[in-house]
């Protein structure tokens, strides 16, 4: 037996922990070319609201699903020849504290502790920032980086990261105290609070020299905010538009297409599966920036799968500092 | 002497006639790096209703300028070792007669006749055309390219370059006949009018394997229902956003940018002297469609600069079919 989140019924406008339910269930045997995973770790991120409102990149979750999640944990039993009893996995998983998982969706992990460096740095979250930051925003040194969701697990490190390239990190996030630790502790050259109501004159004074890449993880009015500022031929990297999840009357950005065409932007969507070719040197710099202190690797760990639902919930209100996941068992021996 | 077209009044919303006014002007000598040009056609363009908005990729033009626009005419007096009196030459120019350029904005054109075609397909329609569809769309033989304003200068080679690389061109027009004549004439394999309020249905009848390439004269609610039919990894060229100009209130695709995430869409905006160093390619390509009748050239000219407001007023009604233009005097001998 084990416990597991059931979605009890899918939001029509915002997301509540009502959405969800706990319930028991028994543990079947993995069959062939599955694996049987005990769940360490579950990635709690924006996405997870997404694939509630329909298909996206994935097939949408339904009600009566155990809910769907990014997991790390330990294999127990194996039903394919690629993985054994007490290997470290990562993917596609459940909300659940032990998990049938297709082993073609899965991959084994390195020794590297603490695991939450899987989920964070290392993990979605920081090849995320990374392949999006490189691959789609192509910076060059001396270029000035907007991020929206800039204390928010991905958002941390897309400021790092392009401080590590020699370009100007600059943050937009919720609140005075996220911003100032956006500045103080992680070394952003500015950082605005979008709540403060002068996001456009705060944008402009933060970046005298405009706007090349805009990493954009809400979409919205802060997007046609910051579009406005952006410089020719700049770069809009959309990973996600978290102001619109929740949102039962989306709007657009009144300035698209047009000041795309006028400034000649490049606006383009991935997924971080899309630079699965990369991933060995995502690893790489990352794990050298960590080693020599140029990124810090900051982590926002929920305990008990029972509060993975308001993990989820605050996430989408902005509580979260770092990369949230939820904490179902110990890290294995 | 001669005749010149003033900007009485910048518009506010809906450009009118009444905007404009025309007067008689003497003609001053070129200075120093100026040419004196006799205009024979001025390039009537939805981008002449953008400037008057506000800096663009140019400066805006103001309230008692001569109206600038893009010409083509034969030198009179050069002031410019690089031009002699009978060149014929394309350029910045304005709604007048006579103009004074700088000799840095002219080029020599070769001496092919009709000389229309410098303006349509040889020109910045052709051009505008050729480099958004293959430098920014990048184009594979067997997928759907979908164009808006498609009966438009632009549009109607988008759709005839599409069908010469392999593609499916399907049109989106204004009005029954304009879509038969799409099809009929110009060889599209489908057309649209949006006009008949079923564009989201429609589009996918002529569509069925959805939409790989949205080359985007329009932006509004047409690029917002193209957009919910690209595929992964599309690309939506954006070229125009002539449904926004004459707006006082523009409104943005709400699905932007939630749908370049989720289908990893590329926006991508350009204008036609981005892909200067694929110009001779590009005449070279279009010369030999045209020869070998895959590309048609259709020409909507209107006879006298006097008429040059209504021309450009009815151009952003969509009164236009093919490349529009006003013929100020007859070709050189």
Redesign the interface.
């Known amino acids: 037996m084990g416990r597991q989140v059931i979605i009890q019924e899918l939001p029509k406008g915002e997301l509540t922990a009502e959405h969800f339910s706990l319930q028991d269930a028994p543990t079947p045997a993995p069959g062939e070319g599955e694996v049987l995973v005990r769940t360490c770790l579950i990635s709690i991120d924006a996405a997870n609201r997404?694939w509630m409102q329909g298909a996206?990149?994935r097939e949408a979750v339904k009600a009566g699903d155990v809910m769907h999640g990014y997991i790390v944990g330990e294999v127990i039993r194996s039903g394919d020849p690629a993985f054994k009893a007490g290997d470290l996995v990562e993917g596609e998983g459940r909300w659940a504290e032990e998990v049938i998982c297709s082993a073609r969706g899965l991959q084994k992990l390195p020794a590297h502790r603490p695991i939450s460096h899987q989920v964070s740095v290392l993990g979605i979250a920081g090849k995320t920032a990374y392949h999006g930051l490189v691959g789609v925003g192509l910076p060059k040194p001396g270029e000035t980086v907007v991020v929206s969701a800039a204390a928010g697990s991905v958002g941390i490190f897309v400021g790092q990261i392009a401080k590590a390239l020699g370009c100007r990190a600059v943050g937009i996030a919720g609140g005075a105290e996220k911003c100032a630790w956006l500045t103080e502790e992680l070394g952003f050259d500015a950082a605005i609070d979008y709540r403060g109501g002068n996001l456009f004159r705060e944008l402009k004074a933060a970046c005298p020299d405009g706007v090349d890449i805009y990493f954009?993880n809400v979409?919205g009015e802060i997007?046609?905010t910051v579009l406005f500022q952006m410089n020719?031929k700049g770069r809009?990297v959309?990973?996600?538009?978290v102001s619109?999840y929740n949102a039962t009357?989306?709007?657009?950005?009144?300035?698209?297409?047009?000041?795309?065409?006028?400034?000649?932007?490049?606006?383009?969507?991935?997924?971080v599966m899309?630079f699965e070719d990369q991933d060995a040197k995502a690893v790489a710099d990352l794990s050298g920036w960590v080693k020599d202190g140029q990124v810090k690797v900051v982590e926002d760990i929920v305990e008990g799968l029972e509060n993975a639902p308001a993990a989820l919930v605050g996430l989408l209100a902005g509580a979260n500092r770092g990369k949230r996941m939820v904490r179902v068992a110990p890290d294995p021996a």
């Open positions: 997404a996206t990149y954009d979409g997007l046609e020719m809009v959309c990973c996600g538009a619109q009357a989306p709007t657009g950005p009144r300035n698209l297409p047009g000041l795309v065409v006028v400034k000649r932007l490049r606006m383009e969507g991935f997924i899309d």
